[in-house]
């Protein structure tokens, strides 16, 4: 009767604590983004197709969408609307960006250090790094000044981007970043990345549930795939959509650039 209480409470919570996975060891930080790097870079042709939510005091958004990107250099989201119609398309590479909003009719372009100036990117964001978001193959910075450290069943990596206080989770056991958190100088969270429902494709481990939240601007950006195709060659008409011959054109590059990007639009995309 003595072991029959223990017993009893073994059977009735799963025995969890003989289940209990073995706690983190620390280890060499190196040798921890490699196996994420690793992980990642065999990444070369991307396909997901699945549902983009925006929400935002500018913009609320629910639709199907599709993401394609081909290192090192192209992306394109296409958001569809109800019954398969077209909503509109994002493409940029490291030199340009394109994209059409048919609610409004008008086709932004420009120089792609300048798309902070579209309302889906309010903010400077570096071109790897938007490739990487939407995929979910965020990579931890690593250099001299990141510190390393054991939080629960992650390896946390912290550190210094110019004014900004980083964070980055890794989940060991599939070589991935999980969460990435971005501070002010203040300290108050300005923005957060979460990576959920990892799926393994041709030995790569990616999300298929992705968001990006900006609790201080009201902004969230959620991605889920329901498929993805990795490393299959995706044909260059792919990249690309045509824009009705009566929409707006409007040039964001700098004012002094504006005649070189205007001859970087695409001839499929004019009428």
């Not at 919570?13 to 490699?34: I, M």
């Not at 042709?45 to 549902?51: I, K, L, S, T, Y």
Request: charged share 25%; net charge positive.
């Amino acid at each position: 009767m003595k072991n029959a209480l223990p017993l009893l409470l073994c059977l009735l919570t799963g025995c969890a604590a003989l289940r209990s996975s073995r706690p983190l060891l620390p280890t060499d930080p190196q040798k921890v983004y490699l196996q994420v790097a690793n992980n990642y870079r065999r990444v070369q042709a991307f396909q997901g197709r699945g549902r983009l939510i925006i929400d935002s005091p500018q913009m609320q958004l629910a639709a199907a969408a599709t993401v394609l990107t081909q290192q090192p250099d192209s992306m394109f989201i296409k958001v569809e609307a109800t019954f398969g119609v077209d909503a509109g398309f994002f493409f940029a590479d490291r030199k340009r960006f394109e994209s059409y909003s048919p609610f409004e009719n008008t086709y932004f372009y420009g120089e792609v250090n300048r798309m902070d100036q579209l309302l889906l990117f309010r903010m400077k964001v570096e071109y790897d790094e938007m490739l990487s978001g939407i995929t979910g193959a965020v990579l931890p910075p690593f250099d001299s000044t990141f510190a390393m450290t054991i939080d629960n069943d992650s390896y946390r990596f912290e550190g210094q981007r110019a004014t900004w206080r980083v964070s980055y989770w890794v989940d060991p056991k599939h070589g991935v970043v999980t969460k990435a958190e971005q501070y002010d100088s203040t300290g108050a969270l300005y923005s957060r990345q979460t990576f959920r429902r990892f799926h393994k494709e041709k030995g790569i481990w990616l999300p298929q549930w992705l968001q990006l939240d900006r609790p201080g601007q009201r902004e969230r950006f959620t991605i889920f795939y329901d498929r993805i195709e990795l490393n299959t060659k995706i044909p260059a008409s792919d990249f690309s959509l045509r824009v009705p011959s009566s929409a707006a054109r409007i040039n964001l590059s700098m004012p002094n650039d504006a005649d070189g990007a205007s001859n970087t639009q695409p001839q499929d995309q004019q009428q």
